[in-house]
């Protein structure tokens, strides 16, 4: 809790923070220095600095993880997802921020969006330089979060990144930079609000008011594994996903997710096996639209369409999970946003 806030009114947001490191944990040792150890600061730690502040919040802290986000897995998302589910059903509690590496936010986002209802806020936060570094973004960024976790019209939007000043839909954020500061983008929809410690800015109204989760908590993710096209591709590493025990395969394809013949081939091969294949883009940004440069029609495979590789994984993940099968009722899941 903040020292003193307390004695602030009723008003004043109760937001929980769960913790699991990334570089706004990190430290480099170093002012000047270019390489850091992700999860180095405790939650107590970055709680107390943010009470430093002066931010109108009634903060409490819960140690999830101290890792770098490219460790990031299942025993963390559902120590995470668990933690979130308590926080909702406490009507003290009016938001949640989860402080995050940034490396694989959008999908942690995303996997969360896809499995929460949409009602009190969840905010993922996260920082490109570390807590020591010069020009250390991680405590501007964390204060915006709590801005935007404490404002009633942040409530219905689901689940939300907030970075370099901008609040981003998880259905749309994507990292787009290895470092630069401004390195979230969205993608159809750009940010849904600009932010700083002292404003926030709303675009359009909350659109998912009242929507329950998508798909239920799985008891285990199954294997999906992303086959990435290039040049002068054969079929091995199709046969190598397969090989390995991937229920699903996603096309990290080329241009609007087009591959070799071999490749399209061995996929086709793994649909008649029952594995489904979805076809995503290694193409930073834009559509996979169906049966465009390939008949997703005849070959039984399911478009993308506004998802990257990454996201169409989890999203695969969780329609196997569910039980979906049906090329049809996959389509109809990535058409949605």
Excluded at 43 to 49: C, F, G, L, P, S
Excluded at 125 to 131: E, F, L, S, Y
Excluded at 176 to 192: C, E, H, Q
Excluded at 236 to 242: D, I, Q
Aim: charged share 20%; hydrophobic share 50%.
């Amino acid at each position: 809790m903040i020292p003193g806030i307390e004695d602030q009114t009723l008003t004043t947001p109760r937001i929980t923070i769960l913790a699991t490191g990334g570089t706004i944990a990190g430290s480099a040792g170093s002012a000047l220095g270019r390489g850091y150890r992700a999860g180095q600061i405790g939650i107590d730690e970055m709680v107390a600095a943010a009470g430093e502040l002066g931010l109108v919040a009634a903060l409490s802290g819960e140690e999830i993880a101290a890792v770098g986000s490219q460790d990031i897995g299942w025993r963390e998302w559902q120590a995470l997802y668990h933690a979130i589910e308590r926080a909702f059903a406490d009507p003290a509690v009016d938001g949640v921020i989860v402080t995050h590496g940034t490396d694989t936010a959008e999908e942690t986002a995303w996997l969360l969006d896809l499995t929460l209802p949409a009602g009190k806020p969840v905010v993922l936060v996260g920082a490109m330089r570390p807590a020591d570094a010069v020009g250390s973004d991680g405590m501007r960024n964390f204060a915006n979060a709590v801005r935007v976790a404490g404002d009633p019209a942040a409530h219905g939007r689901g689940v939300l990144v907030v970075m370099g000043d901008a609040v981003f839909a998880a259905s749309d954020v994507r990292k787009a930079a290895t470092s630069n500061i401004d390195a979230f983008k969205g993608f159809p929809r750009g940010p849904l609000a600009l932010v700083s410690p002292a404003s926030l800015d709303w675009f359009a109204p909350a659109a998912k008011v009242g929507q329950g989760a998508r798909f239920a908590w799985p008891g285990v993710l199954p294997r999906v594994e992303i086959v990435y096209a290039h040049a002068d591709m054969d079929a091995a590493p199709v046969e190598s996903a397969l090989a390995m025990g991937a229920r699903g395969v996603v096309l990290a394809g080329l241009g609007q997710g087009n591959a070799s013949a071999p490749v399209l081939d061995a996929l086709e091969g793994a649909v008649t096996k029952g594995v489904p294949v979805v076809r995503a883009s290694r193409v930073d940004e834009g559509y996979v639209d169906r049966n465009v440069e390939v008949d997703d029609d005849a070959r039984g495979f399911v478009a993308a369409r506004s998802f990257n590789p990454q996201k169409a994984r989890v999203l695969l993940q969780l329609l196997i999970a569910s039980g979906v099968s049906d090329p049809a009722a996959m389509q109809a899941a990535f058409d949605r946003r």
